[in-house]
């Protein structure tokens, strides 16, 4: 007989765009693992049932500058340190198992650094199973007397299931029976006394609604994600000593209902608690772990424990498994310990295990992006694309936080010090994952065939053989039959011999006829009494069919009783419903005004920083400023008061000049006042007054044919090249024979781009006043060259310093060296005064020795 392939009925075939239904939380637990010594430093604390409180350690502290921050936490329920496996199992893994049971996806994962117990939460320790034993224990449990035989239900490659007949089924286990190392443990096979405490679970947990008109068949597979590839770990290799055969990496693969499955995994079927937990076994010892600095057994990779559960309603006589595609229903739950977390800095990998840390921190990573992204979605009204493919974990399990099943998620931390930080984000990603909603499963169809026909049929198979047995034994046709004959052959008289020896034999013709007489009585009374035993028969199956018919009619009372009563509550549920959508429309309003008001709060707080920056900018352009014009000031007022100073003294010099020739020019005339008229001296002429001047003054006479001075200007040693002289309006004309000059030179008072870009040279005339008065003019000198903004800037190269000074010698006399009459001094003197009036006179400032005279002119040209 042709199997019959189905699909789940999970998702219709082709997606069409429904109304949002409800949606449920991502339900996130946490639990508090005990300190592995008693003297170690605590850093997390649980404060009640929902609440945690993590604060940084003294170390912590110091290292922060003495910052003391204590953080809370709050979760869908909080596990502390002295918490059993089954009080978590009932809180955090019961419901899960109970909608695998009613044909509902889930998936469990445990979240955590390493070390913080996530392996110990999900398989358990010898005496104290985890979560993973539990709930093998409660499916079995659950519907152990209502499991199908091996082989009725088979998994295909594609992620669907098909149901066979009985005798496909039969041959089928034959064929399993005839292979020489059958592929899946036996269930009668002595368990394994490594593992034998962690699944002898006392209190059988049952679900309490499990349809026992259907029959239900269990698939178990493990895979590991190992540096983002995924590893069957229940695939059968050849053990080769020479070349031993890698194992082979599987591939993620899209169904046609679009949900996530791995190629080729290995699904067996297991018919009890030992078997499967046998199974996962096998595979727990090839998943691989590795010692770190932080924990003994630390695990290197990502372990996925699923559980296929298929389930087909029975036929109308309660018999056989229904062989319609469409009632054919696989669940799935999904047990997930992640590798936790670390920083290599303080588990000291190096080599492989560095690069296993890598790939374990990215796809936690990833988990987190698409847990940020979901949540930023569905807050914000955007329709970002989740990260999904990033990696091979958040790709497998795509399609539960795409609505298809419940998510719950065991956060397990650990309280030492060391780990705060880690536990720190770890607490972060938690309380953010529970903000993420995913859609709720509906309910699966149901089959419309009678409730209860598998007991009926069982109860009415009892009775007919009760019967059966009062009335004439059991019903086993075979001692039925070998039964009557053994009643009805020693009731009938032997037949006597019927062979006649002599033609006069009158004997055993008679007695020949008198015994068939006999036999023919026994007939008639055997034939009366099966009619009487058929009558009683039909008697019998009347009352039977009167009974069943009046147990039908009350139980069609009741299903209509109920079915009032259902229709009631459904109207009352949709009345709820409507109210609900009432008030969650109203929600949504209020959120969307309280998202307004805060977007416009945020908006006025950014307006009003961006104002309270700009105020304190013009502050400290203010401040600057100040400062700036202040320090203008000062500068200004010491260049005015240093100036001041100078024409102070200037003037100062040029008075007491004054008063000096004014003082000579009286000595002059007391001298010609005061000298004895006895004689009339006579005036010589001025050929002897020269003659007599120059034999007697000490100082070099005029030429008298010398070529008259020309102002000599100062060649400037960069004189071929384009300048700018820029000379300040501040500057005061020196009037020396020296001058700087330079050709071809642009002269302004204040230096612009504009003449900078039209020459390579630059020179600034600055002038100040020197230590002894004098006015010193400084020629700076610079290189002019453009910038990359398209400016121009000055690099200054060379100072050049011009100095007027006077000569400090002593006062000249003006007689000569040998004595000379005293009757001819005041000649001597006179002539003197009217040589040196004839150049001009220059007296050092500041001098208090008297005038230095120096020839700076030609004498003056008589008239001829």
């Given at each position: ?22 949606k ?35 170390g ?63 398989t358990?320790s010898p ?17 152990g ?28 286990r ?9 592929k ?12 034998a ?44 000593l ?25 699904e ?33 990779s ?93 790709h ?6 795409d ?38 499963p ?79 009585k ?7 009494e ?19 018919m ?46 307004i ?6 908006h ?33 007022t ?10 102070v ?25 005061t ?51 820029h ?77 007027q ?35 001009a ?9 008297g ?14």
């Open positions: 007989m042709k199997a019959a392939r189905v699909k789940t009925p999970r998702r219709p075939a082709l997606r069409k765009p429904t109304p949002p239904g409800p449920d939380p991502v339900g996130v637990y946490c639990r508090v693992r005990p300190l592995s010594r008693p003297d170690q430093e605590c850093c997390i604390e649980v404060i009640n049932e929902s609440t945690v409180q993590i604060h940084p350690p003294d912590y502290k110091i290292f922060r500058n003495g910052e003391y921050r204590e953080t809370q936490y709050s979760f869908k329920e909080v596990f502390g340190t002295r918490v059993a496996q089954k009080e978590l199992f009932d809180v955090v893994a019961k419901p899960l198992v109970e909608d695998l049971i009613r044909g509902k996806n889930g998936l469990l994962f445990t979240y955590g650094v390493t070390g913080s117990g996530k392996t110990h939460t999900m358990g005496g104290d199973g985890g979560l993973l034993p539990r709930c093998l224990a409660m499916i079995f449990n659950s519907i007397p209502f499991q199908a035989k091996r082989f009725v239900f088979k998994l295909d490659d594609k992620n669907g299931v098909d149901v066979q007949c009985e005798v496909d089924a039969l041959l089928e034959q064929k399993r029976d005839a292979m020489p190392v059958p899946t443990p036996s269930g009668k096979r002595q368990i394994d006394p490594e593992f405490d962690m699944i002898n679970v006392q209190d059988h947990c049952k679900a309490e609604e499990v349809d026992e008109d259907n029959v239900y068949s269990v698939f178990v597979s493990y895979i590991e994600i190992y540096n983002n590839y995924i590893y069957d770990l229940l695939e059968e290799t050849p053990f080769d020479i070349k031993p055969k890698p194992p082979q990496s599987k591939i993620l693969r899209e169904d046609q209902n679009h949900n996530m499955y791995v190629t080729g995994c290995t067996v079927e297991v018919k009890s608690t030992e078997e499967a937990f046998e199974v996962f076994w096998k595979g727990q010892k090839k998943r691989r772990i590795a010692n770190t600095q932080l924990n003994r057994e630390s695990s290197r990502h372990g996925v424990f699923i559980i296929k559960l298929a389930q087909a309603p029975l036929d109308a006589d309660g018999d056989n498994v229904l062989q319609e595609k469409e009632q054919i229903t696989l669940s799935q739950l999904s047990l997930v310990d992640l590798a936790g977390s670390e920083r290599t800095n303080r588990t000291k990998a190096e080599g492989s295990r560095l690069r296993e840390a890598g790939n374990i921190n990215q796809s936690l990573m990833t988990l987190r992006t698409c847990i940020e992204v979901l949540r930023e979605n569905q807050m914000c009204g955007t329709n970002k694309m989740v990260p999904y493919r990033d990696s091979k974990l958040t497998l399990f795509k399609n539960y936080f609505g298809e099943g419940k998510v719950r998620m065991i956060v397990c931390v650990n309280p030492k010090a060391e780990d705060y930080e880690e536990s720190l984000q770890v607490m972060r990603f938690a309380e953010m994952t529970q903000e993420v909603e995913v859609a709720r509906v309910d699966r169809p149901l089959c419309g065939l009678t409730p209860g026909r598998r007991f009926r049929n069982q109860a009415f198979r009892e009775e007919l053989a009760r019967k059966l047995e009062i009335r004439g034994g059991p019903i086993n046709g075979e001692t039925e039959e070998q039964s009557a004959l053994e009643l009805l052959l020693p009731s009938f008289p032997p037949l006597p011999s019927c062979e006649l020896l002599d033609i006069n034999d009158d004997q055993t013709l008679p007695k020949l006829i008198e015994v068939l007489e006999e036999r023919h026994l007939r008639q009374k055997l034939s009366e099966f009619s009487k035993n058929v009558l009683t028969f039909k008697t019998i199956l009347r009352e039977l069919d009167s009974n069943v009046s147990k039908e009619n009350c139980l069609q009372g009741k299903l209509s009783e109920k079915e009032k009563i259902i229709t009631g509550q459904k109207a009352e549920i949709e009345r709820l419903e409507k109210k609900s959508k009432t008030l969650e429309y109203k929600i949504e309003i209020l959120e969307k005004t309280a998202t008001y805060e977007e416009d709060k945020r006025l707080q950014q307006e009003l920083e961006s104002k309270s920056q700009k105020l304190q900018r013009q502050a400290s352009d203010k401040r600057r400023l100040e400062a700036r014009l202040q320090g203008m000031v000062a500068e200004t010491m260049k005015w008061e240093k100036e001041c100073e100078r024409r003294a200037a003037k100062q010099l040029e008075m007491q000049n004054k008063l000096w020739v004014k003082d000579e020019k009286l000595k002059q005339l007391k001298a010609i006042v000298e004895p008229k006895s004689e009339k001296p006579e005036r010589p002429s001025r050929e002897r007054d020269r003659e007599k001047a120059i034999q007697r003054s000490i100082s070099p006479p005029p030429v008298p044919n010398a070529p008259p001075v020309r102002l000599r200007h100062r060649r400037s040693r960069s004189a071929g090249e384009r300048w700018v002289d000379k300040p309006p501040s500057n005061l004309p020196t009037d020396t024979v020296m001058q700087p000059h330079v050709p071809h030179a642009i002269t302004v008072a204040a230096a612009s781009e504009k003449a900078l870009a039209k020459c390579d040279k630059y020179m600034l005339t600055h002038q100040e006043l020197a230590s002894d008065g004098e006015i010193e003019t400084k020629l700076i000198k610079g290189d002019v060259f453009k910038t990359r903004g398209g400016g121009q800037a000055v690099q200054f190269t060379e100072i050049e310093t011009l100095k000074e006077s000569p400090t010698g002593r006062k000249r006399r003006s007689s000569p060296s040998s004595a000379d009459p005293p009757e001819d001094a005041a000649n001597a003197e006179w002539t003197d005064v009217e040589t040196r009036c004839s150049v006179v220059e007296m050092r400032a500041g001098s208090a020795l005038p230095g005279y120096q020839h700076h002119a030609q004498p003056k040209r008589r008239k001829p």
